[in-house]
C-alpha cells in the first residue's frame, strides 16, 4: 500500500468523522469520536457537529441510520473527506466493503483510516485487496462470534 503523509491532505474540503459500534458502549464511541476529532484538528480538517456520525448497528448490513447520514451528506456534495478509526467501523462484510468502496469513488471521497495513517487509494490493487481481506476477516470474526459454542 502506497504512503501518503497526512500534511499533503486538501484541507479545505468538508470532512465527516464516522464511528461505529455493534452494541451502545458510549466509551468505544466515544473514544473513536475523540481520537478522530485530535487527527482532524492536528492536521487542520475541517468538521462540524453535523459531520461528526455516531452509528449503533451491526457492521454486517448497510441499513443503519448513521451511514444513511454519511451517504446523503455526500450526495449533497457537503462531504468530501470521511474520517473513520478502522476499515471495519465502515463494514463487517467484504462485498459490503466493496459496495461503499464504490459509492465512495463515484463521488470522489477520500477515505481516510486512523489506524492505518493514510488515505486509501481505491485505484490501487493493494488497497482493493487490503479492503477485500479486511471485509473478509470482519466477516468470519462476526461469524464466529454469533456461532460460539456457549
Known amino acids: 500500500?502506497?504512503?501518503?503523509?497526512?500534511?499533503?491532505?486538501?484541507?479545505e474540503v468538508d470532512t465527516a468523522i464516522y464511528a461505529r459500534t455493534a452494541i451502545a458502549n458510549a466509551g468505544s464511541i466515544a473514544y473513536q469520536i475523540d481520537t478522530l476529532k485530535n487527527w482532524c484538528?492536528?492536521?487542520?480538517?475541517?468538521?462540524?457537529?453535523?459531520?461528526v456520525i455516531q452509528d449503533c448497528g451491526s457492521g454486517v448490513t448497510l441499513k443503519r441510520?448513521?451511514?444513511?447520514?454519511?451517504?446523503?451528506?455526500?450526495?449533497?456534495?457537503?462531504?468530501?473527506?470521511?474520517?473513520?478509526?478502522?476499515?471495519?467501523?465502515?463494514?463487517?462484510?467484504?462485498?459490503?466493503?466493496?459496495?461503499?468502496?464504490k459509492f465512495l469513488t463515484k463521488y470522489n471521497i477520500e477515505l481516510y483510516i486512523y489506524v492505518l495513517k493514510e488515505k486509501m487509494n481505491f485505484e490501487s490493487r493493494e488497497d482493493k485487496l487490503l479492503a477485500v481481506i479486511s471485509g473478509t476477516i470482519a466477516e468470519t470474526r462476526c461469524h464466529m462470534k454469533n456461532h460460539a459454542i456457549k
Open 1 to 11: 500500500m502506497k504512503k501518503q503523509k497526512v500534511r499533503e491532505f486538501n484541507k
Open 41 to 51: 484538528d492536528k492536521n487542520q480538517f475541517k468538521y462540524s457537529k453535523n459531520t
Open 65 to 101: 441510520p448513521g451511514l444513511k447520514k454519511l451517504f446523503r451528506l455526500i450526495k449533497t456534495g457537503k462531504i468530501k473527506r470521511v474520517m473513520i478509526f478502522d476499515l471495519d467501523r465502515l463494514s463487517r462484510g467484504c462485498q459490503q466493503s466493496l459496495k461503499i468502496f
